[in-house]
């Protein structure tokens, strides 16, 4: 891929992430990592880490197609959302709301 293209594309994510915590806040702090790493079926997409003492949650996505990246960051979001109040269930009733949230701020992002 065009190495401008990458830029671009690694700039709308930083965007949609920083629109993601101005309209859905937390009070845990939370970092975004863009991996080089290539995601696979076997391995992930993406994951989000607990924050150990001090530490920032992680959210880590993979290296993918654009959309599924986009498709990642939504899901992980929600992710960090709920580990934020200690919610570790992971893909409960409770994750289904934040991901309905955060994919609504998401349709959001691209209507402005
Ligand atoms: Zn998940």
């Avoid at 498709?71 to 934020?84: G, P």
Wanted: proline content about 4%; aromatic content about 14%; some cysteine.
């Amino acid at each position: 891929m065009n190495k401008s293209i990458k830029k671009y594309n690694n700039k709308l994510l930083r965007e949609l992430f920083q629109y993601f915590r101005k309209v859905l806040p937390f009070k845990k702090k939370v970092v975004l990592i863009l991996s080089r790493k290539k995601a696979c079926l076997l391995n992930d997409y993406g994951i989000t880490i607990p924050p150990e003492d001090k530490e920032p949650i992680k959210i880590i996505i993979y290296n993918s197609f654009q959309c599924e990246r986009i498709d990642t960051l939504i899901h992980e979001y929600a992710h960090a959302m709920r580990m934020a109040r200690n919610d570790y269930n992971e893909h409960g009733n409770s994750w289904g709301i934040a991901y309905a949230k955060t994919y609504r701020k998401f349709l959001e992002f691209f209507d402005k």
